[in-house]
């Protein structure tokens, strides 16, 4: 079983969002996945309860399990999951570093501002420290429709402390309409730009998670 983490200490930077919409685009490409909320706010969780659709399943890690955090994605592993995806929360936490260690792609979601961009180092430099420099990349979210100078500004200066994930995800309505619908945005609006993005975006960590097996 992989797992995949979204990170960062910023909150409203799309952890949650991309979390669900790849958790879903994941099962539909064919991974048995289990999408787990390690933040005690329970959004993720929350997402979940809404949702009539077997895969992917949903479940939540409360504060008290996260020591066992390794033993609990075994487990799972067992059961026959090929991909665990984990949603942390957006402040610094042992639920965050956690997620981290055990991932094999930590994806880092970034909105293309300064001040967002800032509020990514302190992430970066914890997952240098835990040696992760090959296990995780920037994802740029919420971006402006269009070409962009900030967008391709902010994925310059990223590029140097890190890989950048593709596609850069653009400021869709889809988003956030199809969370709010308890689905991924490959559901919710599956012939949509929105969803074509995230299904590119799976296809770019599945690859780069398996390049790193190799
Ligand atoms: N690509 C996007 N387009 C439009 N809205 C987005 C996008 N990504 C995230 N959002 C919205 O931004 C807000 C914060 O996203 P969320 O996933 O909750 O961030 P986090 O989990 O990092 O705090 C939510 O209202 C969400 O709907
Ligand atoms: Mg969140």
Request: glycine share 10%.
């Given at each position: 079983?992989?797992?995949?983490?979204?990170?960062?200490?910023?909150g409203?930077?799309?952890?949650?969002?991309?979390a669900?919409s790849?958790?879903?685009?994941?099962?539909?490409?064919g991974?048995?996945?289990?999408?787990?909320?390690?933040?005690?706010?329970?959004s993720?969780?929350?997402?979940?309860?809404m949702?009539?659709?077997?895969?992917?399943?949903?479940?939540?890690?409360?504060?008290d399990?996260?020591?066992?955090l390794?033993?609990?994605l075994?487990?799972?592993d067992g059961?026959?999951?090929?991909?665990?995806?984990?949603?942390?929360?957006?402040?610094?936490?042992?639920?965050?570093?956690?997620?981290?260690?055990?991932?094999?792609?930590?994806?880092?979601p970034?909105?293309?501002?300064?001040?967002?961009?800032?509020?990514?180092?302190?992430?970066i430099?914890?997952?240098?420290?835990?040696?992760?420099?090959?296990?995780?990349?920037?994802?740029?979210?919420?971006?402006?429709?269009?070409?962009?100078?900030r967008?391709?500004?902010?994925a310059?200066?990223?590029?140097?402390?890190?890989?950048?994930a593709?596609?850069?995800?653009?400021q869709?309505?889809?988003?956030?309409d199809?969370?709010?619908a308890?689905?991924?945005?490959?559901?919710?609006?599956?012939?949509?730009?929105a969803?074509?993005?995230?299904?590119?975006?799976?296809?770019?960590?599945?690859?780069?998670?398996?390049g790193?097996?190799a």
């Amino acid at each position: 079983m992989r797992t995949l983490t979204l990170v960062t200490q910023k909150g409203g930077a799309g952890k949650t969002t991309l979390a669900a919409s790849l958790a879903v685009a994941a099962a539909e490409a064919g991974e048995r996945v289990i999408a787990l909320d390690l933040d005690p706010q329970g959004s993720l969780g929350t997402w979940g309860d809404m949702r009539t659709a077997d895969a992917p399943a949903v479940d939540r890690i409360g504060p008290d399990q996260l020591g066992s955090l390794a033993a609990i994605l075994k487990a799972l592993d067992g059961e026959g999951y090929t991909l665990a995806i984990l949603d942390t929360a957006g402040v610094s936490s042992t639920g965050g570093n956690l997620a981290m260690q055990v991932a094999d792609l930590a994806l880092i979601p970034a909105r293309p501002s300064r001040l967002d961009l800032h509020a990514t180092m302190p992430t970066i430099e914890t997952l240098m420290r835990l040696e992760m420099r090959d296990r995780f990349a920037f994802v740029l979210n919420q971006c402006p429709a269009g070409r962009s100078s900030r967008a391709t500004e902010a994925a310059n200066g990223l590029g140097m402390f890190g890989v950048l994930a593709e596609p850069a995800l653009t400021q869709r309505a889809d988003h956030q309409d199809a969370l709010a619908a308890g689905q991924g945005v490959t559901e919710y609006a599956s012939e949509g730009k929105a969803a074509d993005e995230v299904r590119a975006l799976w296809a770019w960590a599945d690859r780069k998670m398996k390049g790193n097996k190799a």
